[in-house]
């Protein structure tokens, strides 16, 4: 049967057990009715999260036992089940108790797991087919023929599976002791090959060591790039926020003469001047014109005053690149 998820209505989940179960749902109820009353006492209340009723105006406080939901089921096996379950608020319709679907999964595993248990050990051998067919019939057609089982939930069969499920337990536990005792025998068996592995594990730890050690170190030094970087950028703040177009104290004129300044000396890496041995009002007016067209003249003025550096500010001649031989 496919697993599903999230949550079904409670009068659904017969129709979904007849949708592809392996045994008949009604047995199957009685087996998850029987089942319920040995998890809690009748009374006490099942956690919301795997049933709750809908129509509750304050959640957790409209909960469901687990004697009403056995109840239902108890109703379920025979054919008739209740259009009510009783919940501490009254009763609520069976459509409005939500039931989580892998909670009630579980539940219906071991309840079945339960029945063919008893199956195997109440039918004699020669009913078996008769109960297999039982099992698997419609509803209607079990009426007649479905043998009356015990509960897999009775106490004794509860105690004689518990026996079982400890006596197999305790048999995988010999045969795992039993495995553990030959490999330790083998590992026992050559005090070399015992130093090998010593030697491998002390190399391999060596080598954890190491690497763990690298990596704690890239760790640092990767924190002191980011912290240098975030005390650039700290440091550039206002650089930024005055290139930013969309902030209204950056002003425009001034945005272009960084600009200006970025490629006319390449982010600051070349000097105009000596390379070109033009003066840089010309080199101003140039870039200007080349991407805004013929600049004023006091535009002109207000950038080769910003852009010449102090230096030139205190006079001197302008280096002339020297003619190239050709």
Not at 177 to 186: F, S, T
Not at 202 to 227: F, H, N, V
Not at 259 to 288: F, Q
Request: proline fraction near 7%.
């Amino acid at each position: 049967m496919v697993g599903r998820f999230g949550r079904i209505p409670l009068n659904k989940i017969i129709a979904e057990w007849e949708d592809g179960h392996p045994i008949n749902p009604r047995l199957l109820a009685s087996e998850v009715a029987a089942l319920l009353r040995t998890l809690a006492p009748a009374d006490h209340p099942i956690h919301e999260t795997y049933a709750s009723a809908i129509l509750s105006a304050a959640p957790g406080h409209c909960t469901v036992t687990h004697g009403a939901l056995a109840d239902y089921f108890d109703g379920a096996c025979s054919g008739r089940p209740t259009a009510t379950v009783t919940t501490n608020s009254g009763p609520v319709p069976a459509a409005a108790v939500l039931i989580w679907r892998q909670w009630f999964h579980t539940l219906a595993d071991e309840a079945t797991k339960r029945a063919l248990y008893v199956a195997g050990r109440a039918i004699p051998a020669s009913d078996i087919l008769s109960f297999t067919m039982v099992a698997n019939a419609s509803p209607a057609a079990s009426q007649t023929e479905r043998p009356p089982l015990p509960s897999g939930s009775e106490p004794g069969y509860t105690s004689m599976r518990q026996r079982e499920q400890r006596r197999e337990a305790e048999r995988q536990a010999v045969e795992q002791l039993d495995a553990e005792r030959v490999a330790r025998q083998r590992a026992e068996r050559s005090d070399a090959d015992k130093e090998a592995v010593i030697a491998a594990l002390k190399a391999q730890l060596l080598l954890a060591r190491e690497e763990a050690e690298s990596e704690r170190r890239g760790r640092i030094e990767s924190d002191r790039e980011r912290t240098k970087l975030a005390e650039q950028l700290h440091d550039h703040a206002g650089i930024i926020e005055f290139m930013n177009p969309n902030n209204p104290l950056s002003p425009e004129c001034g945005r272009l003469l960084v600009v200006a300044w970025c490629e006319l000396t390449e982010n600051g890496t070349v000097n105009p001047v000596d390379e070109s041995g033009v003066g840089i009002g010309k080199l101003a007016e140039r870039w200007w014109r080349h991407r805004f067209g013929e600049p004023a003249n006091i535009v002109v003025k207000h950038l080769q005053w910003s852009l010449t550096s102090p230096d030139r500010k205190k006079g001197g001649m302008i280096a002339r690149r020297r003619p190239e031989n050709g």
